[in-house]
């Protein structure tokens, strides 16, 4: 509380007119739209849209609800929008792969995809359970939005997979299959992330991708490349990283040791 001095003084600066109330800059539009579109993203992540009201997002805000009106016809509206912004981002993320000379290996190609997306994923948590959770189940007009998406990366993932499959990197089989357990992989993964359930890093998850691929999609021989990518191989002094001391320190045998055949395995272990 002021002391009777101190109130003393501002009454007399405020007569004599040295007293200046600095009001604060007022939001610019655009401003106010970015800020709507956040508190609007946090909202529908936590509690979904169809138990999101209006008010639950200018109350977050701290405006009034003629000020969202001012920038969005309705909920569906500010929905759509957050919606079109993390699938544009995801499409720019993924890059056709090339097989052109000069270009880089097609497993490296494929990795920086996989890395892109997980780290736009992971970039916008909110938007990524959002779309993950409940972007489906609107109306049939949106689901087929969302729908359409996926094809579309699906289709691509197929184009990729023929192409690996032509130069001897993807293992035969149905390309569209493949290319469901693939995406189904990285939905999953991010899902897991943005809940909390995993805490890895991009580089950490892209690794637990590319080891999955090559254990059931990329061609047999292909692990070490397919799985750890040149940034991590072993094999390479120059780009690996270090690993921890007390894994360098076990012996060669139990690093790599061999998946023993079922006639290898004791016979009490079998029945057991």
């Excluded at 993924?94 to 920086?112: C, F, M, N, S």
């Amino acid at each position: 509380m002021a002391s009777s001095e101190h109130r003393a003084d501002l009454t007399r600066r405020a007569i004599e007119g040295t007293l200046s109330f600095e009001k604060p800059e007022p939001m610019k539009r655009e401003q106010r739209r970015e800020q709507l579109l956040r508190f609007a993203r946090d909202v529908f992540a936590e509690k979904g849209y169809h138990a999101t009201k209006i008010d639950d997002i200018v109350a977050h805000a701290a405006v009034a609800r003629g000020t969202f009106y001012l920038h969005f016809q309705d909920k569906r509206g500010i929905f759509d929008e957050l919606v079109d912004s993390i699938l544009q981002r995801i499409g720019k993320a993924i890059v056709r792969i090339k097989t052109d000379e000069g270009t880089a290996p097609p497993l490296l190609q494929l990795r920086d995809n996989v890395q892109r997306v997980i780290e736009v994923g992971l970039g916008d948590p909110g938007m990524t359970k959002i779309l993950l959770q409940h972007a489906v189940g609107l109306d049939p007009d949106f689901d087929r939005k969302v729908r359409s998406f996926f094809r579309a990366l699906e289709e691509l993932l197929a184009l990729s997979l023929l192409n690996g499959q032509r130069l001897g990197l993807v293992r035969q089989g149905d390309r569209r299959v493949l290319g469901a357990l693939s995406l189904g992989a990285v939905k999953e993964i991010l899902l897991q992330s943005v809940e909390g359930r995993l805490s890895s890093s991009p580089h950490e998850l892209t690794d637990a991708v590319m080891r999955f691929l090559a254990g059931g999609i990329l061609t047999a021989g292909l692990v070490v490349d397919a799985a750890l990518g040149p940034v991590t191989r072993r094999d390479d002094p120059v780009t690996r990283r270090e690993e921890p001391a007390a894994r360098r320190e076990e012996p060669a045998a139990r690093r790599e040791e061999p998946v023993r055949a079922v006639s290898e395995v004791p016979a009490r272990v079998r029945e057991a």
